[in-house]
């Protein structure tokens, strides 16, 4: 086995405990009634997103007091936006070029023997999976108690294959936990995941489709699978291309896939493609409970699994969430990727989806450099509605100066930047998208806005930056409580600003303002009504008594 340069999981949470993002709880925790509740305070409660950890729960019981020897690892690989840097090993602002160059050069897999892989260090298959020793041995937590029908595996990377070809996909989609051997495939028909693709051709030889779940892995295989990978081209060697060294894999045990070597836990087994079966309600990512649907189940053939194995389980449902995290940067880096080379628009310097609350799908910010043509951002607009099925009912283009990732900023710019008679299209026959379904309207529409600047406007009404800075400045001396600056901050010009002007304000800061009280006194007119724009009207002054 070649030496593996790139983190499992175990190497992935030291990393975690030495960054200081990492909280460890010892003390009894239920996974069905406390485990995700707990975690999601720190979404619910005011915690600023820095401040958002990971958590480890090394004690965990159930509501009967089962005792489960597999800890659970709870937004371990996107708690956040350094959690998430953390495991792809690299900054925020390379990550777009980061994910562009893994797919344009895949790296394939290095294929290791059973007795190499540590996923296989503990087999348990075929009648073995009875009560207490199958997935219910599994320490899975439900995720929104209450509501939730079950314990559902919410990091759970499936993988499945073109029945024709062999190329492999890796999803990650939710599983109930049915039965000791019997688990559900939620596979979304709206977002065209690969497994619903595969599934399709399985169901068209009329055969079952071979499927291994992945739980807990070397991190950058749980990025890749959640990362919308070009039709055709497998997660495992993006996941390859993006840590630069072939990941190691082993033949599953009873379907005929490769799975990650450094899996936690590997369920394998065959999904129907004859029945589906009710699953859910499951608390969902567009911050509403999915209600039951018709939906694929899988008949365990083994458990696999690490000697240690820890099991990771993701927050999700309502927004902001390990879920959004770990979607944000990938989708961003498609979308932006998508409208720069596919489209070729020029002007465009990066897309910013909305994220709590909405979950990124929904509203989605586009910003434009200045005097980008009117053209490239309708090209834009329209391309990115019609990018994905479920992405993009509200898209706003900005100018730069914005804050696209702030959405006060953004209502600002749709208050003043745009008239909706004109800046203001509505694109029909849009799908659903993935969101609460309604029996009434099957249909949706996206709504296009060009909340830019058309023309010159007046500067944003804040002290200069020189200003706000020797104040901030003060401010520390002062001790007060730490500023956490938001856009706009200080005031700039947005064209429209003269020499005259300037000369006025440059007066003013020097308390040299009375000079300006006589000039303005030399230019009083009796000819104009009261609000008149000095600028609308000529310059040659009439006084009273002129003719
Ligand atoms: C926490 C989480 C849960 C998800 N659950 C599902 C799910 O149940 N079904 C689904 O189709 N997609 C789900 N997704 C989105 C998919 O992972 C995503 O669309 C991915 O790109 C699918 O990959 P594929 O197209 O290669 O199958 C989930 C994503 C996250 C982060």
């Given at each position: 086995?070649?030496?593996r340069?790139?983190?499992?999981?175990?190497?992935?949470?030291?990393?975690l405990r030495?960054?200081?993002?990492?909280?460890e709880?010892?003390?009894?925790?239920?996974?069905?009634?406390?485990?995700?509740?707990?975690?999601?305070?720190?979404?619910?409660?005011?915690?600023?997103?820095?401040?958002?950890?990971?958590?480890?729960?090394t004690?965990?019981?159930?509501?009967?007091?089962?005792?489960?020897?597999?800890?659970?690892?709870?937004?371990?690989?996107?708690?956040?936006?350094?959690?998430?840097?953390?495991?792809?090993?690299?900054?925020?602002?390379?990550?777009g070029?980061k994910?562009?160059?893994?797919?344009?050069?895949?790296?394939?897999?290095?294929?290791?023997?059973?007795?190499?892989?540590?996923?296989?260090?503990?087999?348990?298959?075929?009648?073995?999976?009875l009560e207490?020793n199958?997935?219910?041995?599994?320490?899975?937590?439900?995720?929104?108690?209450?509501?939730?029908?079950?314990p559902?595996?919410?990091?759970?990377h499936?993988?499945?294959?073109?029945?024709?070809?062999g190329?492999?996909?890796?999803?990650?989609?939710?599983?109930?936990i049915?039965?000791?051997?019997?688990?559900?495939?939620?596979?979304?028909?709206?977002?065209?995941?690969?497994?619903?693709?595969?599934?399709?051709?399985?169901k068209?030889?009329?055969?079952?489709?071979?499927?291994?779940?992945?739980?807990?892995?070397?991190p950058?295989?749980?990025?890749?699978?959640?990362?919308?990978?070009?039709?055709?081209?497998?997660?495992?060697?993006v996941?390859?291309?993006?840590?630069?060294?072939?990941?190691?894999?082993?033949?599953?045990?009873?379907?005929?896939?490769i799975?990650?070597?450094?899996?936690?836990v590997?369920?394998?087994?065959?999904?129907?493609?004859?029945?589906?079966?009710?699953?859910?309600?499951?608390?969902?990512?567009?911050?509403?409970v999915?209600?039951?649907?018709?939906?694929?189940?899988?008949?365990?053939?083994?458990?696999?699994?690490?000697?240690k194995?820890?099991?990771?389980?993701?927050?999700?449902?309502?927004?902001?969430?390990?879920?959004?995290?770990?979607?944000?940067?990938?989708?961003?880096?498609?979308?932006?990727?998508?409208?720069?080379?596919?489209?070729?628009?020029?002007?465009?310097?990066?897309?910013?989806?909305?994220?709590?609350?909405?979950?990124?799908?929904?509203?989605?910010?586009?910003?434009?450099?200045?005097?980008?043509?009117?053209?490239?951002i309708?090209?834009?607009?329209?391309?990115?509605?019609?990018?994905?099925?479920?992405?993009?009912?509200?898209?706003?283009?900005?100018?730069?100066?914005?804050?696209?990732?702030n959405?006060?900023?953004?209502?600002?710019?749709?208050a003043y930047?745009?008239r909706?008679?004109?800046?203001?299209?509505?694109?029909?026959?849009?799908?659903?998208?993935?969101?609460?379904?309604?029996?009434?309207?099957?249909?949706?529409?996206a709504?296009?806005?060009?909340?830019?600047?058309?023309?010159?406007?007046?500067?944003?009404?804040?002290?200069?930056?020189?200003?706000?800075?020797?104040?901030?400045?003060?401010?520390d001396?002062?001790?007060?409580?730490?500023?956490?600056?938001?856009s706009?901050?200080?005031?700039?010009?947005?064209?429209?600003?003269?020499?005259?002007?300037?000369?006025?304000a440059?007066r003013?800061?020097?308390?040299?303002?009375?000079?300006?009280?006589k000039?303005?006194?030399?230019?009083?007119?009796?000819d104009?009504a009261?609000?008149?724009?000095?600028?609308?009207?000529?310059?040659?002054?009439?006084?009273?008594?002129?003719?």
């Open positions: 086995m070649s030496k340069t790139y983190r499992d999981l175990p190497d992935h949470i030291n990393a030495d960054a200081g993002l990492l909280i709880v010892d003390r009894e925790i239920n996974k069905d009634t406390e485990m995700h509740p707990l975690v999601r305070w720190q979404y619910r409660g005011g915690i600023p997103e820095p401040d958002r950890k990971a958590w480890l729960f004690n965990v019981v159930d509501s009967k007091g089962r005792k489960y020897n597999m800890p659970v690892l709870v937004c371990g690989l996107a708690g956040n936006p350094e959690i998430y840097q953390v495991g792809m090993g690299c900054s925020l602002d390379d990550m070029g994910w562009a160059e893994a797919f344009a050069n895949p790296l394939p897999p290095n294929i290791v023997t059973s007795d190499d892989a540590p996923c296989h260090e503990v087999i348990i298959e075929g009648k073995a999976l207490g199958g997935l219910d041995a599994l320490s899975i937590p439900i995720s929104t108690p209450g509501f939730d029908n079950g559902y595996t919410s990091s759970s499936f993988i499945t294959s073109d029945p024709e070809t190329i492999q996909n890796v999803g990650n989609y939710r599983g109930q049915k039965a000791p051997n019997r688990m559900g495939m939620n596979t979304s028909t709206e977002l065209r995941t690969g497994g619903y693709i595969n599934w399709l051709a399985w068209e030889r009329g055969e079952p489709m071979p499927c291994a779940v992945v739980i807990g892995c070397p950058i295989v749980s990025y890749a699978s959640v990362q919308k990978v070009p039709e055709g081209v497998d997660e495992l060697e996941a390859g291309a993006l840590v630069g060294q072939p990941l190691n894999v082993v033949k599953a045990k009873t379907v005929d896939l799975v990650p070597a450094e899996a936690e590997v369920i394998e087994g065959f999904v129907s493609t004859e029945l589906l079966e009710p699953e859910a309600p499951f608390g969902e990512s567009h911050g509403h999915n209600i039951t649907e018709y939906n694929g189940f899988m008949d365990v053939t083994a458990v696999t699994q690490k000697k194995a820890i099991l990771t389980s993701w927050v999700s449902q309502v927004a902001p969430s390990e879920s959004s995290v770990i979607r944000r940067f990938a989708y961003e880096a498609r979308q932006i990727s998508y409208l720069q080379d596919s489209l070729g628009i020029t002007g465009i310097k990066h897309v910013k989806a909305h994220e709590p609350l909405t979950s990124l799908s929904r509203v989605i910010a586009l910003s434009f450099e200045k005097e980008t043509p009117r053209t490239e309708w090209r834009a607009l329209y391309g990115l509605a019609s990018f994905r099925q479920a992405e993009g009912k509200w898209l706003i283009a900005v100018d730069e100066d914005i804050d696209a990732t959405s006060d900023a953004l209502f600002w710019a749709m930047r745009c909706p008679q004109h800046d203001v299209h509505v694109l029909k026959h849009k799908d659903q998208g993935h969101g609460p379904r309604s029996l009434t309207e099957p249909e949706d529409a709504v296009l806005i060009d909340a830019t600047l058309k023309e010159s406007f007046p500067p944003v009404s804040l002290p200069k930056q020189e200003f706000m800075e020797r104040a901030a400045q003060i401010w001396e002062l001790g007060l409580p730490t500023l956490r600056p938001e706009p901050w200080f005031g700039y010009s947005l064209g429209e600003w003269s020499e005259d002007l300037e000369e006025m440059v003013a800061v020097k308390s040299d303002y009375w000079e300006t009280g000039v303005y006194a030399q230019r009083r007119r009796s104009v009261m609000n008149t724009e000095v600028r609308t009207v000529s310059d040659k002054v009439k006084k009273r008594g002129d003719e």
